[in-house]
């Protein structure tokens, strides 16, 4: 028999006929709800019910306080504490510490403490004897060990004379703030407890009618219940049911019994004795199951629930799966299998977990690290980005978002304008964030208004959006109450402060479900399980860390203080617990318990200790089971891909032909080298069209730093095209390192779209420094040669090839952009600029086009190429290929030549030079033979280490 079908029997026996005058004291109303089906099921007859209430709801009836919302407290005690003290903190400062201060205050009531002798500032242990002649030895003892090694009277810390400042307030803060919410009948739950348990306590309660009370399943009580609960005993009108009848209760030192043991004996018991079912098997009844992640935890319940005989008929209400985590109920719903569908949930979700709460939060962002004022105001990038491709701005705005996130990146713009934002969306409101903190709720209100009305739209209206409408009523509610509260009680506040007081009132909130509790599968928080029993538990997260929680509400009040004045602390807190957990293991023919086994982050991946209990307590004897999950490459992209027709259509596409321009479309260097170095790379980007993910660039990275040296260094020789570049000349402009930096400065600013106080801050600063650097040093290297005369500056050059594609010869054009053409005592240069590390020495022809070889010189196959196209318009000429390796350049016996080994030691002679660069040709060729032919697949490297920072990585999973 159930322990609230015990009650139920035992009402029913001594009150039948006088239940209008009974009132059920229980630990929550889903408690009322089972009790109320139990005795309507032991009469045939219609009858009267008892009054079923919480203990808060008891000591509201015996009295004329009302309890106020904690926002609205936490104003009022800045109100009382601005006006106890000459120089107050500013609210925004003051108002996390309110939070703790009412907590504290809220203690002391609660278990009846002096306040005035808690917050007494000890100077010397004589004080202690004087100050607290009334508590026990044991107490005293407690307080002379914490000021005794607290030394307060020693004023050389900083944190002493800091905890003392404040120390010294709490007292008269505490009376002047108590004496003020009593003068207007209001309370916080502890202040209106204490005003009834001390009436209680002088005989001074009035009782009104001739009622019977029962108290029944409940645990942990304050000082002030003990106090009302012995007045309403003395007066002969309260009866005790205690949930007792439990395996723990028979071990001395279970922490589980330690509340019922001390209630037992204040008390007593009024439950009367029942015959008990026969005692379930252990065998096979509970299982610990460790997981690899939270979410196995939800996808484990349909095979669970199949393994418990789950029937969705009369008994489905005796299952119950209980959440020790609540991150876990949108996973949990999810997982349900469809006979479950019509689940119960008791224990409402939390907002904070919706996907509209996620959106409010990308909305603080943005307002919190905003600049500017007005039309002015700038913001982060990437709170904006986050905001565009939220789902509630899409509701809002379509694709909008879409275009106008493209745009941001492209531009690179790393703080966006409000002007720019709010004139490019129909709802520029988003963005319209007001400078002052108390325009904040109404700014907020109205936009989730636009969203609830938005929520209406055709082909909006589903039961999803149903659920997010009701998400945005309760959010509306929330931003009213404290937009109310910041308008009546006229405190300025910071943006950011306000942010966070909407914050935390969305934190707290909880949107409850519908349905019908006592039908279909339970599901619950571990709370909402209190005297209520189940044939099937599963119990989810039992995790050390998640049950119980290290979460210990903030205090001001020091530990042994705590202690010697019966505060609560975290010694009762695991009592707690453990009676939370333990009485729900007296009923079930079987119990799951999972906990996650992967250490990430804090999370340690232990198990519970109440499930260690288990392991060694005889009691239960637990099986264990693992869920594994073999953890493999994904086999979605084999490791080699046979080439179609379609792919060669594809790659003719791209590479045939002429663009929109008139000219021939080019096979890139880059593309040649890819191929070389990973064919299935090549296949993402070139075949497939993957372009790698545009981002927003916060930082000028290595592609961005070459882009604006090339810039730079074309702009400062653009005007020597044609004529000699005089050594003085370049020596000049070499030293004139200011004017270098703001041609730099102009360059990155044209680069990455960003002003230039955005660039002189930073990282950036450096880069711009190193950027001069180099530059000067390639001007300075180059005033060192004899008769230089630059021909072109970043000038298109390319050549044709024959290749045979599917029985014909197409013409394909090979090349690209080349830095620099110019020529020396007569003779041409290929120059390429490279800022990255430099590479090894440029190797042999076969080394260039060997597919196998782990570590190829990209940087020569590209010079060389450039070389091959410019001779086919200066046959018999060598042109020689140059790399400006601008980490060396300044390096003594630097020389930029970087001519395969092919070609010998030095200059070659025109007829070796045309030779090589005749095989050089024809490895071209037979590169894009087999880049166009069908019978040479797309593979993947085997030099797993290219794969590290490769953008395609996730695709291969390597």
């Known amino acids: 028999m159930d322990f609230l079908e015990k009650v139920a029997r035992t009402l029913y026996d001594n009150h039948r006929d006088t239940m209008e005058r009974q009132v059920v004291i229980l630990p929550s109303r889903r408690a009322g709800l089972y009790l109320a089906k139990y005795l309507s099921g032991m009469s045939d007859r ?42 107050p903190l500013p609210f925004d400062d003051f108002w996390s510490w309110g939070e703790t201060i009412l ?241 119960n949930v008791t224990m409402g979700h939390p907002f904070k977990y919706t996907s509209l709460y996620s959106f409010l939060r990308q909305l603080f962002s943005l307002a919190r690290y905003a600049s500017g004022a007005g039309d002015e105001r700038l913001f982060r990038a990437e709170n904006v980005l986050a905001i565009l491709r939220h789902q509630y701005f899409k509701m809002l705005s379509g694709d909008e978002g879409d275009r106008l996130a493209a745009a941001i990146i492209t531009e690179n713009m790393v703080r966006v304008e409000q002007r720019y934002l709010t004139e490019r969306v129909s709802s520029g409101i988003i963005f319209m964030i007001p400078s002052e903190a108390r325009d904040f709720p109404d700014y907020l209100i109205t936009l989730l208004h636009n969203l609830y009305d938005t929520s209406y739209n055709e082909g909006n209206d589903t039961d999803v959006m149903k659920v997010d409408r009701e998400y945005l009523r309760h959010a509306i509610g929330g931003a009213g109450r404290l937009r109310n509260l910041i308008s009546s009680y006229n405190i300025s506040l910071k943006t950011d402060t306000c942010i966070r007081l909407i914050d935390r009132v969305f934190r707290r909130m909880i949107v409850p479900f519908s349905g019908e509790p006592l039908k279909g599968l339970q599901i619950m928080g571990v709370l909402e399980t209190r005297a209520l029993e189940f044939r099937n538990v599963i119990f989810l997260s039992l995790n050390e860390g998640i049950f119980p929680n290290q979460s210990y509400e903030n205090t001001f009040i020091p530990y042994n203080i705590r202690r010697a004045f019966g505060l609560p602390t975290i010694n009762e807190h695991e009592s707690i617990y453990s009676y939370h957990f333990f009485r729900l293991l007296r009923k079930p023919l079987h119990g799951w318990f999972m906990y996650n086994s992967t250490a990430q982050g804090i999370s340690t991946g232990e198990m519970s200790r109440y499930l260690i209990q288990m392991r060694y307590d005889d009691t239960y004897s637990p099986q264990y089971r693992s869920l594994n999950i073999i953890v493999g490459r994904s086999t979605i992209i084999p490791a080699a891909i046979e080439k179609s027709q379609e792919h060669i259509s594809a790659l003719m596409r791209r590479y045939s032909g002429v663009n929109d321009n008139g000219d021939p479309k080019l096979i890139s260097p880059s593309a040649l080298n890819t191929w070389l170095g990973c064919r299935m790379k090549f296949y993402f980007r070139y075949v497939c ?127 690209g952009i080349v830095d620099r053409v110019d020529s020396l005592s007569g003779m041409k240069r290929v120059v390429d600029y490279k800022t990255g590390s430099p590479k090894d020495k440029p190797g042999t022809l076969d080394d260039l086009f060997n597919e196998e070889k782990e570590k190829r010189n990209d940087a020569v196959l590209q010079t060389h190429l450039y070389c091959s196209t410019l001779l086919t318009n200066n046959p018999g000429e060598v042109i020689t290929p140059n790399i400006y390796w601008v980490q060396q350049i300044s390096s003594s016996g630097f020389d930029p030549l970087s001519f395969l080994s092919d070609f010998g030691k030095g200059i070659p002679r025109a007829d070796e030079y045309e030779k090589v660069m005749k095989c050089y040709s024809e490895e071209i060729n037979n590169l894009l033979t087999a880049l166009f032919s069908e019978r040479e697949p797309f593979v993947m490297t085997s030099y797993s280490r290219r794969c590290l920072s490769c953008p395609y990585r996730q695709l291969c999973q390597r």
């Not at 009024?270 to 379930?280: A, S």
């Open 46 to 87: 219609p009858q009267w019910a008892p009054m079923m209430m919480t203990v808060t709801e008891l000591f509201a009836s015996f009295s004329d306080l009302k309890i106020t919302e904690s926002e609205t407290l936490v104003f009022d005690l800045y109100r009382s504490y601005a006006g106890s003290t000459s120089t």
């Open 103 to 343: 907590s504290d205050f809220n203690d002391i009531d609660l278990w009846l403490a002096d306040p005035e002798k808690i917050y007494s500032n000890i100077s010397d242990l004589r004080e202690i004897d004087q100050k607290f002649g009334t508590l026990t030895e044991a107490q005293v003892e407690i307080i002379r060990s914490f000021w005794t090694s607290f030394r307060p009277e020693e004023t050389d810390s900083e944190a002493r004379t800091a905890f003392r400042s404040v120390w010294q307030l709490m007292g008269p803060l505490y009376k002047r703030f108590s004496g003020t919410l009593a003068t207007e009948g209001r309370a916080w739950e502890g202040m209106l407890c204490r005003q009834v348990a001390e009436r209680a306590m002088a005989d001074n309660l009035i009782i009104t009618g001739n009622i019977t009370y029962h108290v029944a399943g409940l645990n942990a009580l304050n000082n002030c219940e003990k106090e009302l609960f012995l007045f309403l005993r003395r007066h002969g009108c309260i009866h005790f049911y205690w949930d007792d009848d439990h395996d723990f209760m028979r071990k001395k030192d279970h922490k589980a019994a330690t509340f019922i043991r001390e209630n037992l004996g204040l008390f007593g018991n009024d439950l009367p004795k029942y015959d008990e079912e026969e005692n379930h098997s252990c065998e096979n009844r509970w299982i610990i199951l460790d997981t690899p992640s939270d979410t196995a935890q939800a996808k484990m319940l349909p095979e669970i629930l199949m393994e418990s005989g789950f029937n969705p008929g009369s008994d489905a209400a005796d299952t119950a799966v209980i959440l020790a985590d609540e991150k876990l109920l949108s996973p949990v719903l999810s997982s349900l299998p469809e006979e479950a569908r019509g689940a």
């Open 689 to 815: 069209g993957i372009d790698e993910e545009d981002k927003l660039e916060k930082e000028i990275d290595q592609r961005r730093f070459g882009n604006i040296l090339h810039g730079s260094m074309e702009e400062l020789y653009k005007p020597l095209i044609g004529v000699m570049a005089e050594p003085e000349y370049l020596r000049m402009r070499a030293a004139d390192t200011e004017e270098l930096r703001l041609l730099v400065i102009k360059k990155a600013s044209e680069e990455m779209h960003w002003k230039e106080e955005n660039l002189l801050k930073g990282k950036s600063m450096i880069i711009i420094d190193v950027l001069v650097r180099y530059i000067s040093e390639i001007l300075t290297y180059d005033s060192t040669l004899t008769d230089l005369v630059i021909l072109s500056l970043e000038e298109k050059f390319y050549s044709y090839f024959y290749v045979p594609v599917a029985g014909e010869r197409m013409k394909i054009a090979v090349g």
